[in-house]
């Protein structure tokens, strides 16, 4: 019984600390977000919703050129090296 109370007590607390370090992840990301421009948090978000840079920039009357160059600053500022970071961190 102490051993069944004690385990219970131990995967309380990695539960917490796992818990924990989402919530701290989640907030290094929204303190990133909070550093990109309006413009790049609008590519971001076009990104990470699956559209394409041609899409992008006709969507906010940019060049794709533009749009690239936003898609990379947001990228590096949310340390973020694939597009498939970027969206699981736009997912959080």
């Not at 597009?83 to 997912?91: E, F, G, P, S, W």
């Given at each position: 019984?102490?051993?069944d109370?004690?385990?219970?007590v131990?995967?309380?607390?990695?539960?917490?600390?796992?818990?924990?370090?989402?919530?701290?992840?989640?907030?290094?990301?929204?303190?990133?977000?909070?550093?990109?421009?309006?413009?790049?948090?609008?590519?971001?978000?076009?990104v990470?919703?699956g559209?394409?840079?041609?899409?992008?920039?006709?969507?906010?009357?940019?060049?794709?050129i533009?749009?690239?160059?936003?898609?990379?600053?947001?990228?590096?500022?949310?340390g973020?090296?694939?597009?498939?970071?970027?969206?699981?961190?736009?997912?959080?």
């Open positions: 019984q102490d051993q109370m004690l385990d219970a131990l995967a309380a607390i990695e539960r917490d600390r796992q818990r924990r370090a989402v919530d701290g992840d989640i907030s290094k990301i929204r303190e990133r977000f909070g550093t990109l421009t309006a413009r790049e948090q609008q590519v971001m978000l076009l990470t919703e559209k394409m840079n041609k899409q992008v920039a006709g969507d906010l009357g940019i060049s794709e533009t749009a690239k160059i936003h898609r990379g600053a947001a990228m590096r500022k949310m973020a090296r694939t597009l498939a970071d970027l969206v699981r961190m736009a997912d959080m």
